[in-house]
């Protein structure tokens, strides 16, 4: 695969969870495994996610209670519902609490490989067609051909809700709720 993504599992079956694992790894992607939503706070690298993927069935949160606190927090990262649970009612409600994909299990591997490149190639899209040539992100500097420009952190979350965002355009309450959780952990 040519894009490597960050990815988060959160799956509570522990082979399930380091086959998947494993195989997002051999994909070329870096990989966070967790086994419940809980684990979520203790892991540093889950806020620089592209994608969560998440079981609904998990001990303690639930998947759905997961995914929408996940879209409200982060609302242009990926969320893949991973589920057993194959009702119509169910895969409504996965969409209702933000997934992007609902698959159900057993997971085919070549689907969920084709949902993750279909995901990549949005992405980088959106981020080619927001990235002038010559400027570069760097953690909190902006860099250019003629001048580096520092940011503050909030600046820096912003900027790249937008380069993630479709078309690189966000909702003004989006704009609004980075902008809180930016103040809220400066």
């Given at each position: 695969m040519a894009t490597q993504l960050n990815l988060v599992v959160v799956e509570d079956n522990n082979d399930l969870r380091t086959l998947l694992s494993q195989a997002l790894r051999k994909d070329g992607h870096h990989v966070t495994d967790l086994s419940c939503a809980e684990e979520l706070e203790d892991q540093a690298?889950?806020?620089?996610?592209?994608?969560?993927?998440?079981?609904?069935?998990?001990?303690?949160?639930?998947?759905?209670?997961?995914?929408?606190?996940?879209?409200?927090?982060?609302?242009?990262?990926?969320?893949?519902?991973?589920?057993?649970?194959?009702?119509?009612?169910?895969?409504?409600?996965?969409?209702?609490c933000g997934a992007d994909i609902y698959l159900t299990k057993p997971i085919a591997l070549p689907e969920l490989t084709a949902a993750l490149r279909s995901f990549a190639r949005r992405r980088g899209a959106t981020l080619k067609h927001l990235t002038p040539e010559g400027l570069t992100l760097n953690k909190l500097e902006l860099q250019g051909h003629q001048a580096t420009i520092k940011l503050t952190a909030q600046e820096a979350v912003v900027l790249t809700a937008m380069a993630r965002a479709p078309a690189g355009r966000l909702e003004t309450w989006q704009i609004a709720d980075l902008l809180e959780i930016g103040r809220a952990h400066v």
């Open positions: 690298g889950s806020d620089h996610a592209d994608a969560f993927l998440i079981d609904i069935n998990l001990p303690g949160e639930d998947g759905l209670s997961l995914a929408s606190r996940i879209r409200k927090t982060h609302p242009l990262v990926g969320i893949i519902i991973l589920s057993a649970r194959s009702a119509l009612d169910d895969k409504l409600s996965g969409y209702d």
